[in-house]
């Protein structure tokens, strides 16, 4: 039996991460926030062949999939939601009228694993804390992320990041829409949306927020798109809570863009 060396396993996990972190330097596709909708995306860009990193402040993937409503841990999704958790292999049980229910842990750790084998380079416990600008032809675009050990963020030691550069960023931090606000309270830079800004996110409404969604993931600012709740926090939509079609459809929308303008590789 191999006598266990423990200066042999410490040094194999600083090789393998220095070895994935500087093939990750130059990507075709940063995602910032392993939620659903960037989670989606990270599985579809990834899947195509793109060279995709998925940075997550938390140890876990998942964002607000894994409890469902309250804890409660079922999620509920449309007939247009199942399509994609039965192409996840994910198991539905209809419910009514056009709804179907899934276990949220299992589509949560489905989706995770699908992304990671479609070739996801994933860095969880690193969070985004900024962008990196380029001018070019006086056009202002994101070229890149400045990442930090989330230790780091947490303790609020000055320590200064580390750097990729990439071809295009999906914002994918939900709710807070941590990305873009630190581009536009940087730069002061104007957004594509109505307001020029980020319009704020508005209270409860699951029909019309759901079809927003989609409508919302676009690029909003050159070299930066916008997915799941973060596309309806910037264009001043509703919340839609537990009903996670609209996240995996605008996941997929995000790839689906962003391949097209992308093209081959
Ligand atoms: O919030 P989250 O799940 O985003 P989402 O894909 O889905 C929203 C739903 O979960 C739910 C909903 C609709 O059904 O209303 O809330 O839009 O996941 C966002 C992830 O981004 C991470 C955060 O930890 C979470 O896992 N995140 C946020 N800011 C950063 C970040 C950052 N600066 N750097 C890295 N990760």
């Known amino acids: 039996m191999t006598v266990v060396n423990e200066?042999?396993?410490?040094?194999?996990?600083l090789e393998r991460w220095c070895e994935k972190f500087t093939n990750c330097l130059d990507l075709d596709v940063a995602v910032v926030g392993g939620g659903p909708s960037g989670m989606l995306a990270a599985w579809k860009l990834a899947g195509r062949g793109y060279k995709v990193a998925l940075f997550e402040r938390k140890l876990s993937l998942g964002g607000g999939m894994w409890g469902g409503g309250m804890t409660y841990n079922f999620i509920v999704v449309q007939d247009a939601g199942r399509r994609l958790l039965d192409e996840l292999d994910v198991p539905t049980r209809p419910y009514g009228e056009g709804y179907h229910t899934a276990d949220a842990v299992t589509?949560?750790?489905?989706?995770?694993?699908?992304?990671?084998?479609?070739?996801?380079?994933?860095?969880?416990?690193?969070s985004v804390e900024d962008v990196v600008l380029?001018?070019?032809?006086?056009?202002?675009?994101?070229?890149?992320?400045?990442?930090?050990?989330?230790?780091?963020?947490?303790?609020?030691?000055h320590?200064?990041?580390l750097v990729v550069h990439c071809r295009a960023v999906i914002e994918a931090t939900g709710h807070a829409v941590e990305v873009l606000k630190t581009l536009v309270r940087k730069n002061g830079v104007s957004?594509?949306?109505?307001?020029?800004?980020?319009?704020?996110?508005?209270s409860m409404w699951a029909d019309k927020a759901e079809a927003d969604t989609l409508e919302n993931t676009r690029e909003i600012f050159p070299g930066i798109w916008v997915t799941g709740m973060a596309a309806n926090a910037s264009f001043g939509s509703y919340r839609m809570g537990p009903i996670f079609g609209g996240m995996l459809?605008?996941?997929?929308k995000v790839a689906e863009d962003i391949a097209a303008r992308l093209g081959a590789h």
């Open 134 to 157: 380029r001018e070019e032809g006086g056009v202002k675009r994101v070229a890149g992320l400045v990442v930090n050990s989330t230790p780091v963020e947490m303790t609020g030691l």
């Open 107 to 126: 589509a949560t750790t489905t989706l995770a694993s699908k992304a990671c084998l479609a070739g996801t380079q994933v860095f969880n416990c690193l």
């Open 7 to 13: 200066r042999l396993v410490s040094q194999a996990i």
């Open 191 to 202: 957004l594509n949306t109505p307001c020029g800004g980020i319009a704020g996110e508005q």
């Open 249 to 252: 459809l605008s996941g997929e």
């Open 159 to 161: 320590v200064d990041p």
